[in-house]
């Protein structure tokens, strides 16, 4: 067994694994890491099919960028909620399943029926440039020319249209601190609002406020919610809401 | 001149029409006036017409040209000769009366100047029918007496059975319609004009085959608008009309235009052997048929509506004699129309003294509360039988000669038919004037107004007189040769011989009914246990429900099945399309359940197919 | 070694991918397995183009990556859109699309 196949088998092994945690982590994070520690692999895959400028690319591009962004948004979103794995559309994990087994085999099957010749190798074709990295930039700069920059165009377009999709409007003019500060104050809530820095999901007169570790502090509350047991409900319903 | 004819009766209905309420008070008099103009315009132009040699009698009018489409070219034009006149005169002279007569017995009623609007509107379509140069204006004609027809006869428009009466006529009418315009058709097509004068002049040189079907075509249309046989239902029914109307079109005027159309078309009909076989065969049943329905009827109305077309069965089956009897269809009919006139009005005058009844088994005595209802009924009734010297007589004996001319068989129809005329007429007269009172309680007959009765009394001159002058004073036949042609009859029974043989038949039919109801009591009620002969009388010959039997159900039961087939088949199999392909929708619509996952699925889906085709094509 | 090994390695992935899609409801996981699809394409071509000895493989797999990232801004903004107003990243509930 030689280097090459060394590394195929290991780093397919880990590509399949990472590529299944992803499908099966309840996680979303989680998902992530795997899919990053399947896409490295790819990573290294490239290395050894001759081709280093796209593994780099591919650990800079995918694994840095991409799945960083993925991460990013992943906690706008939310990082601790989890997916549940129960099916709610009737058959259609027997279906995907189905189907994606049957997919893959005829794939299987199509390239385990043709005839393995022996690798060429890109030896040959980068020697004609000089070198492999100048090779691909001489094509790209000439027979795929229009192509890159259309992808310059795209790319452009592509962060525009980010902006207008998480671009929020304003419709009112921004208040100024003075302004919240008397709405706070003398405004038309009947409960104030949250004190700045207060992590609060509602501003109910029996909610209680969050210490920093996270628990209720129940001198927060007014007298009349303390006692009967009141306190321990809240708490209760705190905890559930979590 | 000509045109002031139709005009004025014209102007008077439309201005009774337009008018509405405005006229209520004076329109009835508008009427009568206009009806009266026309008549001595009528009378002007005849007075001009006997100053005139004869040759020169003949006058045109050209109004306008009204069709112009290539080689289809119809005139405006009205036309007058010795024929026209003569309907000119009966139309707006017993019109007139009527119109006169219809004062009094229309006084009473909410929608008089309706009715006034129809009579005039009538007898402009009337003038327009005989003045018309040409087939194609006379059918304008022909459609305008037959609508002024049907709106008058169901002018009780409150009376379900008037108004049925109405319908039955005008779809019964427009059977014999369809003959006219088939008749004109052909005329064009074969002739390539439809103007008297053009179809006269090139009658001759068409197909022998082609002239008998124009032919059978009219006589069609005839048989329509003069309740011939087969189409003889509708007369009956239209009784249902106030009792002038009946008197006008029903018996005057308006059911002889079919005589005047075969009269008219005379040069169709000469050339053609079986289509006045037809004519004559159609005439002969229809007179037997019409006196023997009337012998069995109870309604005044009805029974002389029988007589009605039983005398127009003489006419018709004059005309079909060809040039020995047209002279004489055209002078039975001018008799007819006054003594029928005339006793229409009598039973119209014994039904405003009796509360609108018509049953005859009501009457009875009359003769003293109505002297002049009962002399010129009287009058009437003598003219009709053909008692001599009165104006039936005249007319009826020459139709009778000229038959046996033709055929022993013809002659004795016509012979067997003034027999049955004389029993159903005195019957007639016996149960309404004579014997014992068998009036309803609170009927209290009395004698009519004056302007009633007068119209009566003139149209009873015109009974007794208006035979013989006519003929004597008037020389009839050679009055109308120019127009008709006209040749002396085969005298094989001479006058002398006929004349007596006639007149027995006559006053045996008249006794024999004296003695059945003149001299016995007369039953309040129609005696049931009565012979399958006097069952089918009064059941009019069963023409009803032969008509229903044979062409209504029948089409009912088509019109039903189409129906059904419309309604289930093809609907059906729309309808199922439709709604197997919007429940096959409504299934399939199910497969978009918003499921972003779904969508994927079938994606996949397709790609393994698409997939599994690629190697399986490949390998 | 026999150079179908690596497609076959693709296939494996892709396939992994596509199931992936199809079971998962998290939005951004699915993105996620587009992404691991797309991936096993690039693997595809870059094998390809080594057993073939040409280099436009490569230059294939490099655009599908510019793609896919200017492909992964574009949807992560429409997640994060959505999310805002719907207040869930689950594809299932952006469902008031259908019959």
């Not at chain 1, 990013?72 to 058959?91: A, H, N, P, Q, R």
């Not at chain 1, 790209?140 to 790319?155: G, K, N, P, Q, R």
Request: charged residues 10%.
């Amino acid at each position: 067994m030689n280097a090459e196949n060394l590394v195929f088998w290991v780093s397919g092994t880990f590509a399949v694994v990472g590529a299944l945690g992803m499908v099966v982590s309840r996680k979303a994070v989680h998902s992530a890491l795997w899919v990053a520690f399947a896409m490295i692999n790819i990573a290294i895959l490239y290395f050894t099919l001759e081709a280093p400028f796209l593994g780099t690319t591919q650990i800079i591009v995918y694994t840095g960028a991409v799945m960083m962004l993925f991460l990013f948004v992943l906690m706008i979103v939310g990082v601790d909620s989890s997916d549940s794995l129960l099916e709610t559309i009737k058959g259609q994990r027997l279906l995907a399943a189905f189907f994606a087994l049957a997919f893959g085999g005829l794939l299987v099957s199509a390239i385990a029926s043709t005839q393995a010749s022996p690798s060429n190798g890109l030896a040959v074709a980068n020697a004609g440039y000089g070198g492999h990295l100048q090779a691909l930039a001489k094509l790209i700069f000439s027979d795929y020319l229009l192509a890159f920059e259309v992808t310059s165009a795209l790319l452009i377009t592509a962060a525009m249209g980010a902006m207008v999709l998480a671009h929020n409007e304003r419709w009112a003019p921004k208040k100024t601190q003075d302004q919240m500060q008397r709405e706070r104050t003398l405004g038309n809530h009947i409960t104030p609002m949250p004190a700045p820095g207060v992590l609060a999901r509602n501003n109910s007169v029996d909610t209680p406020a969050l210490l920093p570790d996270g628990s209720t502090s129940v001198d927060s509350l007014p007298t009349a919610f303390r006692g009967q047991g009141q306190v321990e409900k809240i708490n209760a319903i705190e905890e559930a809401g979590k | 001149m000509i045109a002031a004819l139709i005009g004025l009766p014209l102007l008077g209905a439309t201005v009774l029409l337009l008018g509405g309420r405005r006229t209520n008070a004076w329109g009835h008099f508008l009427a009568v006036a206009m009806s009266a103009a026309s008549f001595f315009v009528g009378l002007g132009l005849f007075l001009q017409m006997l100053g005139k040699s004869e040759e020169e009698r003949e006058i045109g009018q050209h109004l306008f040209d009204w069709i112009a489409v290539g080689a289809f070219q119809v005139p405006f034009g009205l036309h007058l000769d010795q024929l026209s006149i003569a309907f000119v005169l009966l139309i707006t002279g017993v019109g007139t009366l009527i119109h006169i007569y219809s004062i009094g017995y229309m006084e009473h009623d909410p929608n008089r100047r309706r009715f006034f609007a129809y009579l005039n509107l009538f007898v402009a379509a009337m003038l327009l029918l005989v003045l018309a140069d040409n087939y194609f204006l006379l059918y304008v004609g022909w459609e305008g007496v037959g609508l002024a027809s049907y709106l008058l006869i169901s002018f009780y428009q409150q009376k379900p059975s008037a108004a049925v009466a109405g319908k039955k006529a005008f779809i019964v009418n427009r059977v014999g319609d369809v003959g006219l315009s088939l008749a004109i058709i052909l005329m064009f097509v074969t002739f390539g004009t439809v103007t008297f004068e053009g179809v006269n002049a090139a009658a001759g040189l068409a197909d022998s085959k082609t002239v008998t079907w124009i032919g059978l075509a009219l006589l069609l249309a005839a048989c329509g608008k003069s309740a011939q046989f087969p189409l003889q239902s509708w007369l009956l029914d239209a009784m249902e009309g106030p009792t002038p109307v009946s008197a006008l079109i029903h018996a005057a005027t308006m059911v002889t235009a079919g005589v005047y159309l075969i009269v008219r078309a005379h040069a169709i009909f000469d050339l053609s052997q079986t289509a006045r076989t037809a004519v004559v065969a159609v005439g002969a049943i229809t007179l037997l048929l019409g006196a023997f329905i009337g012998t069995a009827k109870d309604d005044i109305k009805k029974g002389l509506a029988g007589s009605t077309m039983s005398q127009i069965g003489y006419m018709i089956l004059a005309a079909g004699l060809g040039p020995v009897g047209y002279v004489f269809a055209i002078f039975h009919l001018l008799t007819h129309g006054m003594f029928k006139a005339g006793l229409f009005l009598g039973a119209g005058s014994v039904m405003h003294g009796m509360h609108d009844d018509v049953n005859m088994r009501h009457y009875g005595a009359l003769r003293t509360m109505m002297k002049i209802t009962y002399v010129t009924f009287g009058l009437g009734f003598l003219a009709i039988i053909g008692i001599p010297p009165f104006a039936g007589f005249w007319s009826k004996d020459e139709i009778i000669h000229a038959a046996f001319g033709q055929s022993l068989f013809i002659g004795l129809a016509t012979l067997l038919g003034a027999g049955v005329t004389a029993f159903y007429m005195t019957r007639m007269m016996a149960m309404t004037f004579f014997g014992e009172a068998r009036w309803e309680d609170d009927v209290h007959p009395h004698e009519s107004p004056a302007v009633m009765t007068v119209p009566m009394m003139v149209l009873a001159l015109g009974s007794v007189f208006g035979g013989m002058a006519m003929l004597f004073l008037g020389d009839i036949e050679h009055w109308l040769e120019p127009v008709t042609g006209f040749a002396y009859p085969d005298h094989s029974i001479s006058n002398a011989v006929l004349i007596p043989v006639t007149l027995s038949v006559v006053i045996f039919g008249a006794g024999y009914a004296w003695l059945r109801y003149g001299r016995r009591p007369v039953p309040l009620v129609a005696p049931t246990n009565v012979s399958l002969l006097t069952k089918a009388a009064r059941a009019d010959a069963f023409g009803d429900a032969i008509n229903e039997a044979v062409f209504m159900r029948p089409g009912q039961y088509l019109t039903r099945s189409l129906t059904w087939f419309d309604s289930k088949a093809i609907d059906g199999s729309i309808g199922g399309l439709a709604a197997a392909i919007g429940g096959l929708s409504a299934r399939t619509r199910r497969l978009q359940n918003g499921f972003v996952r779904s969508y994927a699925l079938t994606m996949l889906g397709g790609a393994v197919l698409i997939a599994l085709v690629l190697l399986l094509v490949r390998l | 070694m026999n150079p179908n090994n690596y497609l076959v390695l693709a296939a494996i992935l892709f396939t992994i991918g596509a199931y992936g899609v199809l079971v998962r409801r998290n939005a951004i996981i699915v993105f996620m397995s587009v992404e691991l699809m797309l991936n096993a394409a690039n693997l595809a071509f870059v094998a390809a183009a080594r057993n073939t000895g040409t280099l436009d493989g490569l230059i294939a797999a490099f655009f599908v990556m510019v793609v896919a990232a200017a492909e992964v801004v574009v949807g992560l903004a429409i997640i994060v859109t959505i999310f805002r107003t719907r207040r869930s990243a689950s594809i299932d509930e952006a469902s008031l699309m259908k019959y």
